[in-house]
């Protein structure tokens, strides 16, 4: 049962008494369990060699790489999708994209961008995260959380489903837009109130000035919500626009990277810039959970919606970007702090994804889980403590569409399973498998399905059997389409 959008008419005193109450009900009288913050930083479109700690020796993130010696690095942490909404919508609710029937980035269909005739009509996806998903604001809220929203949102295209409604007390620029018209106050750029983008409106980020760097914006925002909240458990959901384009950045910075050394593999100095930025964005979160004295009962994580953009940045030496699902398209980083649990400086290789997050802040928090909600993630909470053995299990994506013409070389409509070092890519257009082994061939080269029928074949009957299993919609074949 949902409590959270229910009108409240408790009067206040009740309702702050009423968390302790349940906790002790519980059984849950520790501190930790009654205090313990969460700071969860979604970072838009950033691949997975995009920070000093995941190799690159251009771009600077001094305080990312802090993170990352405080807490656990993930090597095979995946988003959930190679774009963006489909991956938000199963950090928020527990679930692949394919059983939300969210697969697509909202609005686009990409295949209508696509002028060539295709071979399949992509399935339809939904536009707007139904509001029947419990999501983890909304379990955390039910459990006396203040929750917030900062940033894109990006899983709706109606104003009824934005994050006020979605269990966050506070949204703080999250409508339904991809992106900023415009880094700078007042960010609406080219998109303002277009017929195309009818509901595009900044009117969650009031009151900015010329000059403003919506980066700086939102971090500002963010802590300031920290020292509002010190004394009550808090989640706070620091989702940056950045670094998705437009590429824009504060010139001071950009001026420092055009006079730095370009790798072969990153070189853009106005990225760097916005990658700084977010890297300052996370050296300011921490230090006022210091200033606070908050810092040993707040869970940081760090992660991205997807791979990096092509034309941008690279991933090598894994293949692909955003809009592909080669790793560089799906492989994302992942950093988890967590003070007095965590052991600093580890790393771990176990692949993880996006829905397990959900039941991650649930066992961290010591909630009920909520098995009918968070379907598709596991709690990662043993692999944070380090508890062996790990139960192996597989990881799936499904994409019924068409990235479109942005993303040259994306992808077409495919369902993906990864097993233990096995990766297939299941094209749903042709019977073409694509098999990869990731340890011998991180980089996806040699395609092993002609020469490993059985294991080809083993993946393919997993896959279908989740597909089935999920209910995912299914792109149909075109019969307008003529293959010569
Ligand atoms: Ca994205």
Excluded at 342 to 359: A, L, M, Q
Excluded at 364 to 386: A, F, I, Y
Excluded at 454 to 473: C, D, I, P, Y
Aim: aromatic fraction near 10%; hydrophobic fraction near 35%.
């Amino acid at each position: 049962m949902n409590l959270v959008n229910r009108p409240s008419m408790t009067p206040f005193l009740i309702r702050r008494l009423a968390l302790p109450c349940l906790l002790f009900l519980l059984g849950i009288t520790s501190p930790l369990a009654e205090r313990l913050n969460i700071v969860f930083i979604l970072i838009d479109d950033l691949g997975w060699t995009d920070l000093g700690c995941y190799g690159s020796r251009y771009y600077e993130t001094p305080n990312v790489d802090r993170l990352a010696k405080q807490g656990m690095r993930f090597t095979d942490a995946y988003a959930a999708s190679c774009v963006c909404s489909p991956t938000r919508a199963s950090i928020l609710t527990g679930k692949y994209p394919g059983r939300l029937h969210i697969t697509h980035a909202i609005p686009i269909q990409g295949a209508a961008r696509i002028k060539e005739p295709l071979p399949m009509i992509e399935a339809t996806y939904k536009k707007n995260l139904p509001l029947e998903e419990v999501t983890i604001a909304e379990s955390l809220k039910e459990a006396g959380y203040a929750t917030a929203s900062m940033g894109k949102w990006h899983v709706c295209w109606d104003s009824a489903f934005y994050p006020e409604h979605q269990g966050f007390d506070l949204n703080v620029g999250g409508n339904n837009m991809g992106n900023p018209g415009n880094y700078f106050y007042p960010y609406n750029g080219r998109w303002r109130m277009t017929p195309r983008h009818p509901v595009t409106r900044w009117n969650t980020l009031p009151d900015g000035e010329p000059g403003e760097y919506l980066t700086d914006r939102l971090t500002d925002e963010a802590v300031a919500f920290i020292k509002k909240n010190k004394s009550r458990p808090f989640f706070l959901y620091l989702s940056h626009y950045a670094v998705h384009t437009p590429l824009q950045a504060k010139k001071e910075l950009i001026a420092k990277y055009k006079g730095k050394s370009q790798t072969e593999q990153h070189h853009n100095a106005t990225y760097a810039a916005m990658i700084e930025s977010v890297d300052q964005s996370v050296g300011r979160v921490m230090k006022r959970l210091d200033t606070l004295g908050l810092t040993e009962q707040t869970v940081i994580i760090f992660t991205s919606d997807n791979g990096g953009h092509g034309r941008i940045t690279s991933h090598l030496p894994l293949r692909g970007n955003k809009g592909s699902f080669y790793e560089g398209g799906i492989r994302v980083p992942l950093i988890v702090k967590w003070p007095g649990i965590v052991k600093p400086g580890t790393e771990c290789r176990v692949p993880v994804t996006s829905p397990d997050f959900y039941p991650t802040l649930l066992a961290m928090t010591r909630l009920q889980k909520r098995p009918q909600q968070h379907v598709d993630g596991v709690s990662l909470v043993p692999l944070l403590k380090q508890e062996a053995p790990h139960k192996p299990r597989s990881l799936y994506w499904h994409y019924p569409n068409y990235i479109g013409a942005n993303h040259p070389g994306g992808a077409r409509p495919c369902s993906v399973i990864r097993k233990g070092n096995w990766k297939l890519i299941e094209s749903l257009e042709e019977n073409r498998p694509e098999l990869y082994n990731l340890k011998d061939d991180l980089g996806e080269k040699e395609n092993l399905a002609t020469r490993m029928p059985n294991k080809t074949r083993e993946l393919r009957r997993m896959l279908e059997r989740w597909r089935n299993e999920a209910e995912v919609q299914m792109p149909e074949r075109n019969p307008d389409f003529d293959p010569k």
